[in-house]
């Protein structure tokens, strides 16, 4: 009876998780929708800021005008004697390999840079790319907490001067962005984009769009009113915010996919746990059944005697 108790408990305490996980599953799915809805708005407008960016830079580099760092300070070019990292994480597991994938890219690029001779400097968003980086004594900068309670182009503001600060004045040459690309619920993609400095004549990061391939070779003229400063002023900034908050975008669908998918996939191996401690379940209260039946009997048999 002590045994057939223990595996009642089981698939009681099974099934309360398989509640938990089904729970998850239609959370997940129900974020997910609108955040796709919020990618499908925004990727449009941030690939098309990109492009009015490179062109308005190309015809520089077209007229052999070369931009310097008096002109605007974000489109400096320097050696890249020192990088800065910006990962993105989540703050809840329970998705999967999402954060795992993300934490070895980054792990793998930090290591290929200081063999490189390059100094790194790291910037995390979300809890477990903080607890990941800090165990492993890695050179952590800035920890951006509370991204992801309410994220809007505010939050994406407060990311954008946090990284931009250092590179502005001097302290990193360039900023690589870490994080998941959302293709759909069962397929995520690790990429590590640079955001900074931006490159005369080449497609910024924000360009690599699914199914769009703008021509970034040839550049339309431009007549700048006021001027071209003034443009780029307003222009770069705007390119930068949109960049950052499409990543966040991208990386929130992309958790929600994936901790979709994770409690989809618990939630069916509990149901085959549950058939499984089912069968052994009835198996002992058969067994028990037939010994007290063996019982039963030979105790009339010896009374008969």
Sequence with gaps: MANLKAIRKRISSVKSTQKITRAQKMVAGARLTRAQQRIQALRPFAVKTA?????????????????????HP???????????????TSDRGLCGAFNTNILRAATRLWKERE????????????????????RRNAPVLEVLSGIWEKLDIEQARVVARKVL????????????????????????????????????????????????????GSHPEF????????????????????????????SQASELGSRMTAMESATKKAAEMIGKYTLLYNRARQAAITTELMEIIGGAEALRA
Aim: negative net charge; proline residues 5%; charged residues 25%.
């Design 115 to 134: 063999a490189a001779g390059q100094a790194v400097k790291i910037v995390t968003i979300g809890r477990k790319g903080r607890d990941y980086f800090r």
């Design 223 to 250: 007549l700048f009113e006021p001027n071209r400063e003034t443009l780029l002023e307003r222009l770069v900034p705007i390119y930068i915010e949109v960049s950052i908050l499409r990543a966040l975008f991208e």
């Design 51 to 71: 492009q009015v960016l490179n062109d308005v830079v190309g015809q520089v580099a077209d007229e052999e005008a070369a931009v310097n760092e008096n002109e």
């Design 165 to 216: 600060t250092p590179f502005v004045q001097g302290e990193v040459d360039s900023i690589y962005v870490v994080y998941n690309e959302f293709k759909s619920a069962m397929s995520q993609r690790v990429v590590a984009e640079p955001l900074l400095p931006l490159q005369k004549g080449e497609a910024p990061a924000a360009s690599s769009e699914q199914g769009q391939t703008p021509e970034w």
């Design 74 to 88: 974000l489109l400096a070019r320097r050696a890249e004697k020192t990088v800065l990292l910006l990962v993105i």
